[in-house]
């Protein structure tokens, strides 16, 4: 089955620097790449997705990028603010044709310090 | 989006004991998800709740011990049975979303403490 990594699993940045996260994927057939910030006691929050036919995806602050030939996407976090701060999972699924089932990484603490 | 409720919101049982945690949608959804998230772990998918069939179990989760009900397409339930506190987790519905299907949206969570 897949299995993604994910690093680092904590980073700690000042407010206004950029943040990085990076995962690596097992299964070349996955085609559906979510990230999610979940903050303490908090469900998870669907922040930004890619897809396979995208290399490059940006909301305001945020942007992805997924590098298919090399199996990793990575998030970034531009001008770094408090509010930032949570727990980011990225996650990767394939269409089965039935359901697409996510498989998640293992997380990523972001702390922004003023 | 969809709204996803859960109840309870947390519980504490007592080992040996069965816990039933309840997701609601507020529009119909095809697929329904259930999760675990060990304290300061990530998410495991636990299991599809299909509707109109069975469940759907991952590798290491099994309809005994996780029986998933899924009878119409706002509602499905999931039991932990015969709890044991490694059985102490927060556990997560999601749904699909409308618009792309392999979009995937949380409940609130259950968070269970076994004793």
């Known amino acids: 089955g897949e299995n993604v990594e994910q690093h680092p699993s904590t980073l700690s940045v000042q407010e206004g620097d950029s943040a990085v996260i990076k995962c690596t994927y097992s299964d070349s057939a996955s085609n559906y790449f979510p990230w999610y910030k979940q903050e303490l006691g908090k469900r998870p929050q669907l922040i930004i997705d890619i897809r396979s036919n995208v290399g490059e995806k940006k909301d305001q602050r945020i942007a992805v990028t997924l590098n298919k030939t090399a199996k990793h996407f990575s998030l970034h976090i531009t001008e770094t603010q408090p509010e930032d701060s949570a727990v980011y999972f990225c996650a990767a699924s394939k269409d089965t044709g039935t359901a697409s089932k996510l498989t998640f990484g293992t997380g990523t603490r972001l702390q922004v310090t003023l | 989006s969809a709204v996803i409720s859960q109840k309870p919101s947390r519980d504490i049982c007592q080992r040996g004991t069965s816990l039933t945690i309840q997701c609601q949608v507020d529009?119909?959804?095809?697929?329904m998800f259930w999760y675990r998230q060990q304290p300061g772990q990530s998410l495991t998918l636990i299991a599809t709740a299909n509707q109109g069939s069975e469940a759907t179990y991952e590798s290491g989760f099994v309809i005994d011990k996780f029986p998933i009900s899924r009878p119409n397409l706002t509602f499905s339930t999931l039991t932990v049975s015969n709890m044991s506190p490694e059985d102490s987790s927060i556990y997560l519905c999601?749904?699909?979303?409308?618009?792309?299907?392999?979009?995937?949206?949380f409940g609130p969570g259950t968070r269970l403490t076994v004793l």
């Open positions: 999601s749904v699909e979303g409308q618009a792309s299907t392999d979009t995937q949206y």
């Open positions: 529009s119909q959804v095809t697929m």
